[in-house]
């Protein structure tokens, strides 16, 4: 596999951009995005997905200069209409809404309706987090998983997603099946076994075969009947808080997943409690985990915690590792 520095990637995606008629600021805003999830570990949707990206831009489903508006303001609650532009900048955009709404009331929330694929919903979170407050996230998707006890597909995976500030900050990015579908093309593209089961084969049988469940798309919920239940009711409150797309209608009046609805929320931890008191109590949370007696696979870690290893790692490699069918199909599209 080849060692794409992040320079050379960043640079790729913006000619990639710019050759489609985004300028030059906001094409180099958008790349900067899939760059730094690339070089915080997630490789699914900062590489992988951006051919996916650049076909729904060919297609004439993501408007790459469209901006959002706000058309519904609410105190603390807005609702802005994405009007079915990049979802980076999208989410972007909309988390340093949602904390300078924060900065006034507390607690600020941005609906975002006919929105696209925000890639990594923890980059909005996380850019919370960073800030100093906590961040809360969600959003739909088209029908690509099976409801409890179903077998076609009738829900999303619909995101749920939260961070909070610390040393290192917290976050937690949660599909709403087992495994998302850029963590399953992963262990195709590496041809590795799942190391717990993701689905149900062609005989209806658990599994842990990636490559039958990238094929069949018979993807299990995260925790059985309980992600299943989260996707449905996620998606009842993003259509609703956002006045937008529903899983259903993504799926069955548009011919393809653009469209979503998200929302972000941000809390001002500055307003909830005192600094020292703060660090303190964080502090003894993490301690208090990270004292954990070793199961016999491995260390006990918490959320967010490796992110710096993947920084340092792409730092003394001199890049990020591609595999080669995904970088050749990136580069086939500066043609």
């Not at 990636?210 to 009842?236: C, H, Q, T, Y």
């Amino acid at each position: 596999m080849p060692t794409i520095s992040l320079d050379e990637l960043h640079n790729t995606y913006e000619t990639i951009l710019i050759s489609r008629g985004m300028p030059l600021s906001s094409a180099s805003r958008l790349a900067g995005g899939f760059v730094e999830m690339a070089n915080e570990g997630v490789y699914s949707h900062g590489i992988n997905r951006f051919p996916v990206f650049i076909g729904q831009v060919d297609k004439g489903q993501i408007q790459l200069n469209a901006v959002p508006k706000c058309v519904n303001s609410m105190g603390a609650l807005e609702q802005w209409d994405c009007q079915y532009g990049p979802g980076v900048l999208n989410g972007l955009i909309c988390a340093d809404r949602a904390m300078e709404l924060a900065r006034e009331y507390g607690i600020g929330m941005v609906g975002m309706r006919n929105s696209n694929h925000w890639m990594r919903g923890g980059a909005y979170v996380l850019r919370m987090a960073r800030q100093g407050f906590a961040g809360i996230a969600a959003t739909n998707s088209i029908a690509v998983m099976p409801a409890w006890g179903g077998k076609d597909h009738r829900i999303g995976t619909n995101p749920l997603i939260m961070a909070i500030a610390g040393d290192p900050p917290v976050v937690v990015d949660c599909s709403m099946s087992q495994y998302s579908y850029g963590q399953l093309q992963n262990y195709v593209l590496a041809d590795k076994e799942l190391p717990v089961v993701g689905g149900y084969d062609n005989n209806g049988e658990l599994t842990t075969d990636a490559k039958i469940l990238w094929e069949n798309k018979r993807i299990l919920p995260m925790g059985f009947w309980k992600g299943s239940s989260m996707s449905i009711v996620l998606d009842m409150m993003l259509t609703a808080i956002s006045g937008g797309n529903s899983v259903p209608a993504i799926t069955e009046d548009q011919d393809g997943e653009f469209g979503v609805s998200q929302f972000l929320i941000a809390i001002d931890l500055s307003k909830t409690m005192e600094q020292s008191q703060y660090v303190a109590e964080m502090k003894r949370i993490r301690d208090y985990v990270l004292s954990s007696e070793p199961a016999e696979t491995g260390e006990v870690s918490i959320a967010g915690s490796r992110i710096q290893t993947y920084i340092d790692k792409h730092t003394q490699a001199g890049g990020i590792e591609i595999n080669d069918q995904i970088w050749q199909q990136i580069t086939a599209l500066m043609n």
